[in-house]
């Protein structure tokens, strides 16, 4: 089986930074597009940050320049450094990654971690 673990999440202020992790277990033989998305309260679940096998990068517009999504393949961990973080960004983050396990690709989710963005 595979796991996605998130963690890295919590209470910070506008204009602080959190750095959330994302590790995938399991007997996993290879990793594609590993992403980042996000649910705030009584809205529908966004997608935030993409980094492909490769190593490039696709953001949405409102975090351009404020989030940077980064993967360690050895580790099989994905990272998401977010900066000058705004109320706005008060959410559920989850991570979801396209893996290949026993021969088949599928699409694997987190449990979700909360950060929320307060004075």
């Known amino acids: 089986q595979v796991q996605l673990v998130e963690s890295g999440g919590g209470l910070v202020q506008p204009g602080g930074s959190l750095r959330l992790s994302c590790a995938a277990s399991?007997?996993?033989?290879?990793?594609?597009?590993m992403r980042w998305y996000r649910q705030a309260p009584g809205k529908q679940r966004e997608w935030v940050a993409t980094?492909?096998?490769?190593?490039?990068?696709f953001y949405v517009t409102s975090v351009k320049g404020r989030f940077t999504i980064s993967r360690d393949n050895a580790k099989n961990t994905v990272y998401l450094q977010m900066n000058s973080l705004e109320p706005e960004d008060t959410a559920v983050y989850y991570c979801?990654?396209?893996?290949?396990?026993?021969?088949?690709?599928?699409?694997?989710w987190g449990q979700g971690t909360q950060v929320t963005v307060s004075s």
């Open positions: 399991g007997s996993i033989f290879s990793i594609g597009y």
């Open positions: 979801n990654a396209n893996i290949q396990y026993a021969s088949r690709w599928s699409d694997y």
């Open positions: 980094v492909t096998s490769g190593g490039s990068t």
